[in-house]
């Protein structure tokens, strides 16, 4: 079982549709992140949240809209995405003012763009 | 900017046998931490075991322990009686601890494989 969940674990989605990517946890945790995961290769970063404000945005080309409504929630609003943008997309959260805390992870959406 | 670097794509252990993954990083910075995840085919990152720098002593959680060797900036994975859940990719991370948000940086990974 894991304590962040992403919905839904699969996506196939148009050039030209919207869609939106949810993550939830209930730890208390205050700080949430974004990762962008490709086949056999590492997770990388896409943003990160701390205290519901955007942080970190690693350059992330604008079809990409991530939101925090609130401590809980994040998600990431996808709109007019390209056939290279099909990956794994990873949640995760941490606790924001103990350093020792690990990321916790969802189980991810994969993401199919036609 | 720090890096982490796995030189093992792939490494294979019969079962009940140990294998160790290797873990190579650089940084300027005098306090961090590092983890291993390991990821199965089920995609969730799964944290294994993760060290503080300031710490000399190796960390250990079971069948999992590390080799953590700060002036090398090495950190390796040692699972001993491997077991066929062990299978994944293993992936090494550093993570810098001036605040509690700071990301994980991760290096390319490992995939192991257990043989029956």
């Known amino acids: 079982d894991t304590e962040v969940t992403q919905t839904p674990k699969h996506l196939v989605m148009g050039m030209t549709n919207k869609k939106s990517l949810k993550c939830e946890q209930h730890?208390?945790?205050?700080?949430m992140y974004w990762y962008k995961q490709k086949a056999k290769k590492p997770p990388e970063l896409m943003f990160v949240y701390s205290y519901e404000k955007l942080s970190i945005n690693e350059s992330v080309p604008s079809r990409f809209s991530p939101e925090c409504p609130n401590s809980s929630l994040l998600n990431l609003h996808l709109h007019a995405l390209q056939p290279e943008d099909s990956a794994l997309y990873l949640c995760?959260?941490?606790?924001?003012?103990?350093?020792?805390?690990?990321?916790?992870f969802g189980n991810g959406t994969r993401l199919t763009v036609t | 900017a720090q890096t982490v670097t796995q030189s093992q794509p792939e490494m294979s252990v019969q079962e009940a046998e140990t294998v160790t993954l290797s873990c190579t990083y650089d940084?300027?910075?005098?306090?961090?931490?590092l983890f291993w995840y390991k990821q199965p085919p089920s995609r969730q990152m799964i944290l294994v075991i993760r060290q503080e720098a300031y710490k000399q002593q190796n960390a250990t959680e079971n069948r999992f322990s590390v080799n953590f060797q700060k002036a090398a900036k090495s950190f390796s994975l040692k699972i001993s009686d491997s077991q066929l859940g062990d299978a994944a990719m293993y992936f090494c991370?550093?993570?810098?601890?001036?605040?509690?948000?700071?990301?994980?940086?991760f290096g390319k990974g490992t995939r192991l494989s257990v043989i029956a």
């Open positions: 991370a550093y993570r810098y601890t001036n605040s509690g948000n700071t990301p994980l940086v």
């Open positions: 995760a959260s941490s606790h924001q003012t103990d350093r020792s805390s690990p990321l916790h």
């Open positions: 940084t300027s910075e005098s306090d961090y931490y």
């Open positions: 730890m208390g945790h205050r700080a």
